[in-house]
């Protein structure tokens, strides 16, 4: 399994970004998606997640109401729709692939390279 994050960029806060992330490879079905990120100097945290196969979302508490994951089982791709974005979320993100849980961390099978994201004041 191969994931490729993309779409980062410098926005100004307030403004909007879109994520994503290619899959490749033998990927099942029973695999979920998932998007952490790591600020400079803090550990990686978990930002949102998604099934492929039922669609079942779980996000972080900081960006719920902000930040929309979905995928495209066709493209097989998983998308980060990023608004109203704030200083605070600047960070490189990286997607992840592994079964679902109902806590995430670190331990995911899967890495992609991460994309930076910059959110200026």
């Known amino acids: 399994v191969q994931l490729q994050a993309s779409g980062g960029g410098l926005v100004q806060a307030g403004g909007s970004l879109k994520l994503s992330c290619a899959v490749s490879?033998?990927?099942?079905?029973?695999?979920?998606v998932a998007w952490f990120r790591q600020a400079p100097g803090k550990e990686r945290e978990f930002v949102a997640a998604i099934s492929w196969s039922g669609g079942s979302t779980s996000y972080a508490d900081f960006v719920k109401g902000r930040f929309t994951i979905a995928r495209d089982n066709v493209k097989k791709t998983v998308d980060l729709s990023m608004n109203s974005l704030k200083p605070e979320d600047t960070a490189v993100y990286y997607c992840?692939?592994?079964?679902?849980?109902?806590?995430?961390?670190?331990?995911?099978?899967?890495w992609g390279k991460g994309t930076q994201v910059t959110v200026s004041s």
């Open positions: 992840a692939a592994d079964t679902w849980r109902r806590r995430w961390t670190m331990d995911m099978k899967y």
């Open positions: 490879g033998r990927f099942s079905s029973s695999y979920a």
